[in-house]
C-alpha cells in the first residue's frame, strides 16, 4: 500500500490526505500535552478512546442539526473528515469559572456563571494562544461581523447539546473549546464545527463528587487520565459499563 501523503501533525492529531478529493484522514494520538506543550507524556489508549468519543460528540451534533466535518470513524484511530479552511480562533464556551478565568478574574472555581459566556483565542503556539476580542478579530481579518454571529450560535448550540448529554450521565459540563472551519459549496459560505470535541477539550466534573474527568487530571496529576476518559466513554454508553478485569477494556464497534 502507498504512504499516505501527511498534511500536518500537531500535538494530538495527525492529518492526512484523504482518499477522495475534499477529505481528510484524522488520525488520534496517544500523546498528551499541558500548558502549551511545556508537560508531555504518552497515555496508552488515549487517542482510541478521543477518537470513539469525538465521534460520538459529532455524530449526536449532526442529529440535531449542528453541521461538523466529520464523515465516518475509518478504524479505532482515525476518521473520514470533510477539508475546511480553519478559522484561526479557538472559540470557548464557559459554564463555570476554571481554568484562565479564574486567574484572570480572580473568580473561585467551579462558581457558575449568570450565563454561558463565549471567549476567543488567536491560534498560535508560539504565542501561547493569546485571549483575543471580537474587535481583533475584525481589525485582522478572522473572520467578518457575519461568521461571528454564526460562530456565536453555532458555539450555543454545541453547549445547549453538550451540556444535556453530559448532565443525562451525571456530569456538569464546566467549559469546552471548539474550533470552526468554511466550506465552499459554489458561491455560498458555510460555517461547520471541526477538528474535535473529546476530554481534551472540555472541562468535565462529575456532578455529586466534583471528581475531574478531563485533561486536567492530567495537568493536576490527579491520577489516570485512561480511567478518567474511559469513565466518561462508559457513562454515555460508548463502552462497555463491566469490562473483565484481566484484559483491556474493548471499545464497542
Given at each position: 500500500?502507498?504512504?499516505?501523503?501527511?498534511?500536518?501533525?500537531?500535538?494530538?492529531?495527525?492529518?492526512?490526505?484523504?482518499?477522495?478529493?475534499?477529505?481528510?484522514?484524522?488520525?488520534?494520538?496517544?500523546?498528551?500535552?499541558?500548558?502549551?506543550?511545556?508537560?508531555?507524556?504518552?497515555?496508552?489508549?488515549?487517542?482510541?478512546?478521543?477518537?470513539?468519543?469525538?465521534?460520538?460528540?459529532?455524530?449526536?451534533?449532526?442529529?440535531v442539526g449542528v453541521p461538523?466535518?466529520?464523515?465516518?470513524?475509518?478504524?479505532?484511530?482515525?476518521?473520514?473528515?470533510?477539508?475546511?479552511?480553519?478559522?484561526?480562533?479557538?472559540?470557548?464556551?464557559?459554564?463555570?469559572?476554571?481554568?484562565?478565568?479564574?486567574?484572570?478574574?480572580?473568580?473561585?472555581?467551579?462558581?457558575?456563571?449568570?450565563?454561558?459566556?463565549?471567549?476567543?483565542?488567536?491560534?498560535d503556539d508560539a504565542l501561547?494562544?493569546?485571549?483575543?476580542?471580537?474587535?481583533?478579530?475584525?481589525?485582522?481579518?478572522?473572520?467578518?461581523?457575519?461568521?461571528?454571529?454564526?460562530?456565536?450560535?453555532?458555539?450555543?448550540?454545541?453547549?445547549?447539546?453538550?451540556?444535556?448529554?453530559?448532565?443525562?450521565?451525571?456530569?456538569?459540563?464546566?467549559?469546552?473549546?471548539?474550533?470552526?472551519?468554511?466550506?465552499?459549496?459554489?458561491?455560498?459560505?458555510?460555517?461547520?464545527?471541526?477538528?474535535?470535541?473529546?476530554?481534551?477539550?472540555?472541562?468535565?466534573?462529575?456532578?455529586?463528587?466534583?471528581?475531574?474527568?478531563?485533561?486536567?487530571?492530567?495537568?493536576?496529576?490527579?491520577?489516570?487520565?485512561?480511567?478518567?476518559?474511559?469513565?466518561?466513554?462508559?457513562?454515555?454508553?460508548?463502552?462497555?459499563?463491566?469490562?473483565?478485569?484481566?484484559?483491556?477494556?474493548?471499545?464497542?464497534?
Amino acid at each position: 500500500m502507498a504512504r499516505r501523503k501527511k498534511i500536518y501533525e500537531g500535538k494530538a492529531k495527525i492529518l492526512y490526505e484523504g482518499p477522495e478529493p475534499g477529505t481528510i484522514v484524522q488520525y488520534f494520538k496517544d500523546d498528551a500535552t499541558a500548558f502549551n506543550a511545556e508537560k508531555k507524556d504518552v497515555i496508552e489508549g488515549k487517542g482510541v478512546l478521543n477518537n470513539r468519543l469525538s465521534e460520538f460528540f459529532m455524530t449526536g451534533l449532526t442529529s440535531v442539526g449542528v453541521p461538523t466535518h466529520f464523515l465516518k470513524r475509518l478504524n479505532m484511530r482515525e476518521q473520514l473528515v470533510r477539508s475546511c479552511e480553519i478559522i484561526p480562533l479557538e472559540i470557548i464556551v464557559r459554564n463555570y469559572a476554571a481554568g484562565s478565568m479564574t486567574k484572570r478574574l480572580g473568580v473561585a472555581e467551579g462558581t457558575q456563571l449568570p450565563r454561558p459566556i463565549v471567549e476567543y483565542c488567536y491560534k498560535d503556539d508560539a504565542l501561547g494562544d493569546p485571549l483575543v476580542t471580537e474587535e481583533h478579530i475584525a481589525a485582522f481579518g478572522w473572520a467578518s461581523q457575519q461568521d461571528m454571529d454564526d460562530i456565536v450560535s453555532l458555539a450555543l448550540r454545541v453547549n445547549d447539546f453538550m451540556s444535556g448529554l453530559m448532565y443525562g450521565v451525571g456530569i456538569k459540563l464546566i467549559d469546552f473549546k471548539i474550533e470552526i472551519g468554511r466550506v465552499f459549496e459554489g458561491d455560498f459560505q458555510r460555517l461547520i464545527v471541526a477538528d474535535e470535541i473529546s476530554p481534551d477539550s472540555c472541562r468535565l466534573w462529575d456532578i455529586e463528587t466534583g471528581k475531574k474527568l478531563d485533561k486536567d487530571v492530567f495537568r493536576q496529576d490527579l491520577g489516570s487520565l485512561t480511567d478518567a476518559y474511559t469513565e466518561v466513554a462508559t457513562r454515555l454508553g460508548v463502552m462497555p459499563k463491566q469490562p473483565t478485569h484481566d484484559t483491556k477494556p474493548t471499545l464497542i464497534n
